[in-house]
């Protein structure tokens, strides 16, 4: 480091446009959606290797330090629906998937849930934030690449899933085709 990145105690300046030095959103910048998909990775976490029912994860998830700042209205849609359509979200993931399902991490799983589910059930958040919201769950909670995997796969079902708004993206030049 040159001593333009080092504040007077000798320690690395903190970048002030709202990410960690890893390039994650700093806790400050996130809205309380962004938390509640962090809440509900984790929440759905617990179900797919603890086999912990919802409502137990539920109540555990909800006393953790900083759930009052997330949305709990889109955390519960997020868990709870998740679970209730796993079989209907694996159905979509799996013919993308280059592995068994039992071979993906169950941090990308649970990513690749929030992310369908958000596609077909919450259309008043755009398909360019659930992708962006979904790979930086990925970077914060993930192995080293889990982030391209999730995209990889959740890229490929929005056209499938959100189809004229991919289609208007792609007519503008703001998607890939």
């Known amino acids: 480091m040159t001593e333009n ?3 007077p105690n000798g320690k690395p300046r903190q970048s002030r446009s709202g990410l960690t030095s890893t390039g994650v959103r700093k806790a400050s910048a996130k809205s309380t959606r962004s938390r509640a998909r962090e809440f509900a990775v984790q929440a759905l976490y617990q179900h797919l290797v603890g086999r912990n029912d919802a409502e137990s994860i539920d109540q555990f998830t909800r006393d953790l330090a900083g759930f009052h700042k997330a949305d ?3 955390y519960d849609a997020l868990l709870h629906g998740s679970i209730e359509a796993a079989d209907q979200l694996d159905a979509l ?3 993308l998937l280059d592995r068994k399902l039992e071979e993906i991490s169950p941090i990308e799983h649970a ?3 929030i992310g369908v589910y958000e596609f077909q059930n919450c259309l008043d958040v755009p398909w360019r934030v659930v992708l962006n919201e979904c790979i930086e769950l990925a970077k914060e909670f993930g192995g ?3 982030h391209k995997y999730v995209n990889a796969v959740l890229n490929g079902l929005a056209p499938q899933l959100r189809t004229a ?3 208007a993206d792609r007519a503008s030049g703001k998607a890939k085709p």
Do not use: L
Request: hydrophobic content about 50%; charged content about 20%; glycine content about 6%.
């Open 111 to 113: 990513v690749m849930w």
């Open 72 to 74: 709990a209205a889109h």
């Open 144 to 146: 080293t690449d889990g």
């Open 5 to 7: 990145t080092k504040a």
């Open 93 to 95: 993931i799996v013919p």
């Open 165 to 167: 708004e991919v289609e």
